[in-house]
């Protein structure tokens, strides 16, 4: 039996207050043992009525578990989580968004498996919390960030809304990049430099959130513009030798050029694949429909496919030329 460790949870929040109670509601009710674990919450600057809900939770669940509240201007969820773990008494950090609830398990599920000292953490399975919106009911329907990212070589990653890193190997590659100012890639980036120090993840279906998801369509195509800025962030820091703050003069000018060159191609591959968007159309709508949807889901869930793909490549576009300004660049 692994010996049971301090946790430390981590939860950023901006602009989630109700949300956030119900999330720090089914924390304090975990079979974990409730003096082996606190629980952080980072306000990142929200302007809603957080502050106060936050500190009327922490009076009402005192004698429930340690909650430790601390704020910031607006920096975005990377810099909030690193405030986080710096004031983390825990060996290992928990991480969970402010809008999921967890299952009463949770801590004894999202923290197995650390008896090996080269598993960097381990992510959990987040399920659709059903609500009457339709764009509630795609995300469902695309299993939005259900799990953690699966290829041939394994776990790619594991994402921070749902899942635990073992706080040293956190602090060993620098914590998260806090050149991610919006929530999108962050997370993939962070275990791109964990798996490269030689540490790998798993996956534990039984560690079960509950997250509502979008439930309009300007924060899922705005997500969406998210992961394509982040996705050009993490291509540029893999990738990319070169930025546009390591270089002056005639060497900028070149430089300049080059990555203007590149937004062009960018955005005629974004244009082309758009034609290829509009030509699956009809295909995924009959597609889904004989799989048993209505012909109004068919037909709606695949325009918000092609809406979300090309928010996906506007960021892209956007991350790639912003990315080059913040001086992302491979590390040697």
Known sequence: MEEEKFISV????YNQ???????????KDQTYTKSSYEIII????????????????INKYASYCTIVYLYQQRKGPAAARNLGIKHAQGTIIASIDSDCIAIKTWLEE??????????????????????????????????????????RTGIEYIITGNASFRKEYLILVGL????????????????????????????NKNAVVFNPHKQT??????T????????????????????L???????????FIKALCRAIIIIFDCMVGSILDIVKFPLKTLLRYGNGLSLRSSLFFSLLDNAIVLSYRIGMLAGYWEGKRKGIEKST
């Open 110 to 151: 999202i923290t197995k498996w650390y008896s090996d000292s080269r598993l960097a953490g381990v992510g959990g399975l987040t399920k659709p919390l059903i609500t009457s919106s339709i764009i509630n009911e795609y995300c469902s329907h695309i299993r939005l960030n259900d799990e953690p990212y699966i290829n």
């Open 176 to 203: 998260f990049d806090e050149r991610y100012t919006f929530p999108g890639g962050e997370d993939p980036e962070l275990c791109y430099r964990l798996k490269k120090a030689g540490y790998y993840f798993q996956y």
């Open 224 to 243: 969406y513009y998210h992961y394509g800025k982040g996705g050009s962030f993490l291509h540029l820091s893999t990738c990319s030798v070169w930025s």
């Open 17 to 27: 207050g109700p949300s956030l109670l119900n999330c720090i509601n089914a924390l």
């Open 245 to 255: 703050t390591t270089n002056t003069h005639l060497k900028f000018n070149y430089y």
């Open 10 to 13: 981590i939860i950023p929040t």
């Open 217 to 222: 369509l300007y924060p899922l195509l705005k």
């Open 42 to 57: 980072i306000n990142d600057g929200s302007t809603d009525e957080t502050d106060v809900l936050v500190k009327s939770a």
